[in-house]
């Protein structure tokens, strides 16, 4: 079963559109953490934020927010303002702990953001 | 600090031969994780070695293994490449004390590997 789903393949806007994309995942543990990253065209995956599951706060960073739900194992992120250069694959992460007594990553499959000028 | 370094960038390969990847993890990060990306896979967990050892491994046929280096640097080795083998491959490195909650990965620029 898929444990990290980005339902949405690939998102265009124009310059200047807020977008969010969708995180859906899902766990037994009730410690666990979630992540985002970019991957830009140059193929490196560039870390965003992370969030352990106790701590539901919202955060802003600039033009970049994440919206994270337990109640509906959310963790949603949204650009404002959207840029050129926002454009790349976004890959959500969960981390959770393992039979072999740590932790270890799933990542979804993916959404691909293209901003247009 | 310098990132996560892999090496080569980009390599070309035919069916049948052997290919090592190697990767240099942030200075002071102990543990390393290897990731194949394919666009119609996903990422994919290959394994991670902390301290030498391997701690986790994904669901890769034996033809794909790695090693840790006592400086932690780590090199992938794939045998008896075959077509599908033809991808990205990430090496990521985390801080990651034994037992503790998962630190976080930093990626390298990744090796892409072609098998013709």
């Known amino acids: 079963a898929q444990k990290v789903t980005q339902a949405q393949t690939e998102i265009s806007v124009v310059e200047k559109e807020d977008v969010t994309l969708d995180c859906v995942y899902e766990?037994?543990?009730?410690?666990?953490?979630l992540f985002w990253y970019k991957q830009p065209p140059s193929g490196e995956l560039v870390f965003l934020i992370r969030r352990n599951s106790f701590d539901e706060q919202n955060e802003i960073s600039g033009r970049y927010s994440w919206n994270f739900q337990k109640s509906t194992s959310s963790f949603n992120f949204t650009i404002t303002a959207s840029q050129v250069v926002d454009s790349a694959v976004y890959f959500c992460?969960?981390?959770?702990?393992?039979?072999?007594?740590?932790?270890?990553?799933?990542f979804g499959t993916g959404t691909r953001l293209k901003v247009l000028a | 600090k310098a990132g996560v370094t892999q090496t080569p960038r980009y390599l070309i390969k035919t069916r049948g031969q052997q290919v090592t990847l190697s990767c240099s993890p942030i200075?002071?990060?102990?543990?390393v994780s290897w990731y194949q990306q394919t666009p119609g896979q996903g990422l994919q967990f290959l394994f991670e070695y902390f301290s030498e050892t391997q701690r986790n491994k994904g669901n890769f046929p034996g033809r794909f293994s790695g090693r840790q280096f006592s400086n932690s640097r780590s090199e992938m080795n794939v045998s008896t490449l075959e077509l599908g083998d033809s991808a990205l491959y990430l090496c990521?490195?985390?801080?990651?004390?034994?037992?503790?909650?998962?630190?976080?990965?930093?990626f390298g620029p990744g090796t892409r590997l072609t098998v013709l």
């Open positions: 200075s002071g990060h102990r543990s």
């Open positions: 992460a969960l981390s959770e702990y393992s039979t072999s007594g740590t932790y270890k990553y799933i």
């Open positions: 766990t037994r543990d009730t410690t666990y953490y």
């Open positions: 990521a490195s985390s801080l990651f004390a034994s037992g503790g909650p998962p630190d976080t990965q930093y």
